[in-house]
Nanobody, 129 residues
Framework: QVQLVESGGGSVQAGGSLRLSCQLS????????MGWFRQAPGKEREAVAI?????????YADSVKGRFTISRDNANKRLVYLQINSLKPEDTAMYYC?????????????????????WGQGTQVTVSS
C-alpha cells in the first residue's frame, strides 16, 4: 500500500523559512516523480514544485521560483523535501505531497501536466505578517 506522509509545517513569521518533508512508502520503484502542491482556503489546489524520478529535472511554479527548492534525500530516494525561504503571508496553505505511479513524470509535456496517483494528508503552513 503506497503511503505519503508529510511533516515540517508550522506557523512562522513573514521572511522566515521552513523545510517540509515527504516520505513515500510501499512503492515499487527506488525513486519516483514527486510533487508538492498547496491549497489555500477558498482557492484551488496548485502545484508548486515537482521533481522527476532520478532527479533528472524539476519544475517550479512562477510564484515560488527563487524561494522554494525541491530536493531528494541522497540516502533515501523516497524522501523528498521542500525548502521554503522568504515566506510570505500568501504562502499560507495546506501543503500536500504527491507521487506518480511510475518512475518518471509525464514526458513530452510540461511537468506540471503530470497526473499524480498518490497523495498525502497534508501539512499546514501559516505565515503571519
Amino acid at each position: 500500500q503506497v503511503q505519503l506522509v508529510e511533516s515540517g509545517g508550522g506557523s512562522v513569521q513573514a521572511g522566515g523559512s521552513l523545510r517540509l518533508s515527504c516520505q513515500l512508502s510501499g512503492y515499487t520503484y527506488s525513486s519516483a516523480c514527486m510533487g508538492w502542491f498547496r491549497q489555500a482556503p477558498g482557492k484551488e489546489r496548485e502545484a508548486v514544485a515537482i521533481i522527476n524520478g532520478g532527479d533528472i529535472s524539476s519544475w517550479y511554479a512562477d510564484s515560488v521560483k527563487g524561494r522554494f527548492t525541491i530536493s531528494r534525500d541522497n540516502a533515501n530516494k523516497r524522501l523528498v523535501y521542500l525548502q521554503i525561504n522568504s515566506l510570505k503571508p500568501e504562502d499560507t496553505a495546506m501543503y500536500y505531497c504527491a507521487a506518480r505511479g511510475g518512475y518518471y513524470c509525464v514526458t513530452g509535456q510540461s511537468m506540471e501536466r503530470t497526473v499524480f496517483d498518490y497523495w498525502g494528508q497534508g501539512t499546514q503552513v501559516t505565515v503571519s505578517s
